[in-house]
C-alpha cells in the first residue's frame, strides 16, 4: 500500500475520532453517574442503582445511531432530541424498564444471593436516580465549546459555557480515582483481616464531585478573564463585536480565542496567568458571498452547519479539482466548486493533531454549474445519497 493511502486511512481515522469526541466522551459521563450513585447513597436505597445511574448518564449520546445515516446526518441530530428536557422522563423510564429485565434475568439465572439482604428494587426510585444521572450529561455538555440544546425544539439556541475541553485529563483522573481508591482500600483491609464495608467510598465520591465543580469554578473564572484581555485589545477590523474564549486540555490558563469585527475575525491565544494575548498573524477575512457559497448554505450540511456554528465561515475555495489535485475525480467533477464550512472555535491544534481536531468538524459541499450539491463531506467523511 502506498505511502499517501496509509496517510489518508490515518486522518479518516483521526477524523472519526476528533467527531466521535465532539461529544464529552463516555467514560466521564459513566464515572459521574457511578460518583453520583455513591455519593449521594443510591445503593442503600435502591437494588441496581449505580448501575442504572451509570447507563443513564450515558443514555441521551445514544443518538449516534444516527451515524448510521450518514455523518451530515448524525451531525443535524447530535445533542438533539435525545439532549432536551422535555425527553428525560422517557429516557428514565426506558432505564428502569432495563432495570426490570435485568431483575428478571437475574432471577431466572438463580443467581445466589450474598449473606447481606439488599436494598428492595424501587423503580420510582430508580427513575428518579437515572434522570439525576441524565442531567449531569446534559450539564457537562454544557462545560464544552461544542455545547447543547436543552430546550429544542421550542428553543433551538445552542448553549455552551466553554469553561471545559471536550476530553478533560484532570476530570478523568478525578473521577476515576474516586471511584478506584475505595476497591485499592478493600484490598488493603482483607490482606490486614479487617472487615469490608458494603458501600464504602461515598464520601470520596462526594469529593471528587466537589473538585469537579470547583474546577469548572475556577475555570469559569479564567474564562471571563480571557474575555476582558480580549475585549481591551485593538484591532485592524475595527471595534468589538463578539468574543469566545475556548478551552484547552488540562492548562486552565491558556485559551483559544475568537474576535468579531464588521470586517474580519481575529484569532490568537490568550494567557490568563501573564495577562497577554498573541494574536495570530493573519485575521480570517469575512468571504464574499457567491452563487456556490448560497448553494451550499441551503443544502442539508449548510442548513446544519449554520445552526450549530457559532463563528461559521463559508468560503468557495474554487474548483474542486484545484483544491483536491490528488483525489481521481471525473472530469465533470473536477469542475464543481467545493465549498468549505468552518467554526473558527476549533482552529486551534490540540496534542500536536495539527488542526485534525477542526477539519472533522469541517464541511465540505461540492456545487455543479446548476448550483446543486453533488456531494457533502463532514471532515473526509462523505453523506451518504
Known amino acids: ?17 476528533a467527531l466521535y469526541a465532539s461529544r464529552v466522551e463516555p467514560v466521564t459521563h459513566m464515572l459521574t453517574g457511578a460518583c453520583l450513585s455513591r455519593a449521594l447513597g443510591f445503593p442503600r436505597r435502591a437494588r441496581f442503582a449505580t448501575l442504572a445511574c451509570v447507563i443513564a448518564a450515558e443514555l441521551p449520546d445514544a443518538d449516534y445511531v444516527y451515524r448510521l445515516g450518514g455523518p451530515v446526518t448524525y451531525f443535524q441530530h447530535h445533542r438533539g432530541w435525545t439532549h432536551a428536557f422535555w425527553s428525560l422522563p422517557l429516557q428514565a423510564a426506558f432505564v428502569v424498564a432495563l432495570m426490570y429485565g435485568w431483575r428478571f434475568a437475574r432471577r431466572r439465572w438463580k443467581r445466589r444471593r450474598s449473606h447481606d439482604d439488599p436494598p428492595p428494587f424501587r423503580p420510582v426510585l430508580l427513575g428518579c436516580m437515572a434522570l439525576l444521572a441524565q442531567l449531569s450529561h446534559i450539564l457537562l455538555d454544557w462545560t464544552n465549546n461544542y455545547g447543547v440544546r436543552p430546550f429544542a425544539p421550542w428553543n433551538p439556541r445552542w448553549y455552551a459555557g466553554e469553561l471545559v475541553f471536550i476530553v478533560e485529563p484532570v476530570l478523568l483522573l478525578v473521577l476515576g480515582g474516586a471511584l478506584l ?4 482500600f478493600s484490598v488493603t483491609d482483607a490482606e490486614i483481616g479487617i472487615r469490608r464495608t458494603r458501600y464504602s467510598g461515598q464520601w470520596i465520591a462526594a469529593i471528587a464531585l466537589v473538585v469537579m465543580v470547583a474546577l469548572w469554578g475556577w475555570r469559569w473564572q479564567q474564562h471571563d478573564t480571557a474575555i476582558h484581555i480580549a475585549e481591551q485589545q485593538e484591532y485592524a477590523g475595527g471595534r468589538v463585536l463578539r468574543v469566545s474564549a475556548n478551552p484547552y486540555p488540562v492548562n486552565g490558563y491558556r485559551w483559544h480565542m475568537v474576535v468579531e469585527t ?3 475575525f481575529q484569532t490568537g491565544a490568550v494567557d490568563t496567568r ?6 495570530d498573524q493573519q485575521p480570517t ?12 448554505k441551503h443544502s442539508l450540511l449548510g442548513r446544519a452547519y449554520l445552526d450549530w456554528s457559532r463563528f461559521p465561515v463559508t468560503t468557495d475555495m474554487g474548483t474542486v479539482g484545484e483544491n483536491h489535485p490528488e483525489m481521481d475525480l471525473q472530469p465533470q467533477e473536477r469542475a464543481f466548486h467545493d465549498v468549505l464550512f468552518q467554526d473558527l472555535r476549533f482552529g486551534y491544534d490540540i496534542w500536536n493533531l495539527h488542526g485534525q481536531a ?13 448550483r446543486e450539491v453533488e456531494r457533502m463531506y463532514l471532515g473526509s467523511s462523505e453523506q451518504n445519497p
Open 285 to 296: 477575512p469575512k468571504p464574499a458571498t457567491t452563487l456556490s457559497t448560497l448553494a451550499a
Open 1 to 17: 500500500m502506498r505511502r499517501r493511502e496509509y496517510a489518508d486511512m490515518a486522518a479518516a481515522a483521526i477524523d472519526r475520532l
Open 262 to 264: 464588521p470586517n474580519n
Open 358 to 370: 477542526s477539519r472533522a468538524l469541517s464541511g465540505e459541499a461540492w456545487v455543479n454549474d446548476q
Open 274 to 279: 501573564n495577562l497577554v494575548m498573541e494574536m
Open 181 to 184: 481508591l475505595p476497591f485499592i
